[in-house]
């Protein structure tokens, strides 16, 4: 009499390798998704609504509320700031783009006032003033 030979069964394939690399690609997204420069982090932007919200104010000039303007965490003239923008549009091949500007909301008008007309007087009249959403 022939007996039947019992059919070997493969281990069913575990699905623990694949979460972990999900898990850690998540991980990594959140890290790489937070980790932004963002030079203006110091001061509080005016409540406004943008139409373009992604408008950052990496490479913009900040000023804080006493009046002084900062490029990062160095403080800069605004003739210094705009050749820096000239160097930069030039080394890139670029026409010279906006102006950004992330000014503190409690800047008194007048400071913010001087810093405008520092810039229209050196020809630029291209400038975006960085603010954030407000509560609707």
């Known amino acids: 009499m022939r007996m039947r030979q019992q059919q070997k069964r493969e281990p069913a394939e575990s699905t623990i390798p694949l979460i972990n690399v999900v ?28 139409e373009d919200e992604t408008i950052r104010s990496t490479g913009a000039l900040v000023i804080d509320p006493d009046g002084k303007t900062y490029l990062g965490e160095d403080e800069i003239s605004v003739a210094d700031w705009l050749s820096l923008q000239e160097t930069e549009a030039e080394g890139k091949g670029e026409s010279d783009g906006a102006l950004k500007i992330a000014a503190d909301g409690t800047l008194k008008a007048d400071a913010l006032e001087k810093v405008l007309q520092d810039l229209t007087t050196a020809g630029r009249t291209d400038i975006v003033l960085i603010t954030r959403r407000g509560a609707q």
């Open 23 to 50: 898990f850690l690609m998540l991980i990594f997204f959140l890290f790489a998704g937070s980790i932004a420069r963002d030079d203006a982090r110091k001061v509080e932007p005016p409540l406004n609504i943008l």
